[in-house]
């Protein structure tokens, strides 16, 4: 690829969809509508129980990567229901995510229990994909951005500067989640520079990704990807058909980012 083109991640979180046989039964399907691509990084997150089998359907594809949807931040012990990270990463997931909308709000994960599982996360050499976001009523009351540094304080409080060369945010705004309603490409991206600005104030001065999720789509995906403050999208609902998720990835790695955005190239 160019070193002027961005290397796009596009990250399938499939929640409580696709267990096992569903699981291999799409990774078939998608194999066979999709060729490996240098530029992108395609990421899945199966549920627990699927991680092995969609690990191992996809291993041939080095453009691929499975990740958790949750984990414990101990190695292990009397957590019943929970799941470490040596698991999951024995069952082939390289990555995690953590602090998901739904984790903290259906489940009441607190930025406390966030921060422990990101550094334990990489402590263990998985990369976290920490989500925040803020709920319609926080953004109603004006508080959006009081709510996400709240969020992403609690994770810099946790971690050493350094450590952030291994994070991946994502920007999931909790009223634009299963609703069919996004946030406009402008709205992610002022959001997105807040994340920038805020890591920038605790010494990260290196680029963070930052992915955008909350109702993206087919018809959606490639004006949101043309803001150069996105580096790739987080999908629910249109990554669980091998097809629609496909024609998403084609539809996204063909957004053009805006002349005026100072995206930080690609070495390859
Ligand atoms: P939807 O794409 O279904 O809105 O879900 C977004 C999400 O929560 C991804 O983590």
Known sequence: MKNTERKLTFAANWKMNHGVAEARAFAEKFLALTSSSDGLKLWFFPPAVSIAALAAALKNRPDITVGAQNVHWEPRGAYTGAISIPMVIEAGARLTLVGHSERRHLFGETDEQVARKTRAALAAGITPLVCVGETLSERDGGRTEQVIVRQIGAVLQ?????????????????????????????DAAQIHELIRMELGRSGVSFPVPILYGGSVNAGNVASLLTQPQLDGVLVGGASLDPAGWADVIARGSQAKVRPSGGFDVVES
Do not use: H, Q, S
């Open 158 to 186: 946790a971690l050493e500067v350094e450590a952030w060369r291994e994070v991946v945010l994502a920007y999931e705004p909790v009223w634009a989640i299963g609703t069919g309603k996004n946030a406009t490409p402008d």
